[in-house]
């Protein structure tokens, strides 16, 4: 049984900083990829960021130059300094790994930015 426990949500001001953690734990084979994803009531799913086993980033174009994606992969660990943080990244951030067998999610931190 693979988990994925986040923390780090919680309320800050618009302009403000939060930084989220997950944590993998459980049979895990080769990891590929860690990342975060986000979503809103109503829409689908998006990818936030997303780190590969190699250290090779991708971002979503709404967060460039404003969160930075982190992992340890001796801890099993993928961090999100979110900066700089927006009313519009208000919702629920899902930790996501890949590894070579099939894919996990955390239950989700909820992330709220007051204007």
């Known amino acids: 049984q693979v988990q994925l426990v986040e923390s780090g949500g919680g309320f800050v001001q618009a302009g403000g900083s939060l930084r989220l953690s997950c944590v993998a734990s459980?049979?895990?084979?080769?990891?590929?990829?860690m990342g975060w994803y986000r979503q809103a009531p109503g829409k689908q799913r998006e990818l936030v960021a997303r780190?590969?086993?190699?250290?090779?980033?991708v971002y979503a174009d709404s967060v460039k130059g404003r969160f930075t994606i982190s992992r340890d992969n001796a801890k099993r660990t993928v961090h999100l300094q979110m900066n700089s943080l927006k009313p519009e990244d208000t919702t629920v951030y899902y930790c996501?790994?890949?590894?070579?067998?099939?894919?996990?999610w955390g239950r989700g931190t909820q992330v709220t930015v007051s204007s």
């Open positions: 459980g049979r895990i084979f080769s990891i590929n990829s």
């Open positions: 996501n790994l890949i590894d070579v067998t099939s894919q996990y």
């Open positions: 780190i590969t086993s190699g250290g090779i980033t």
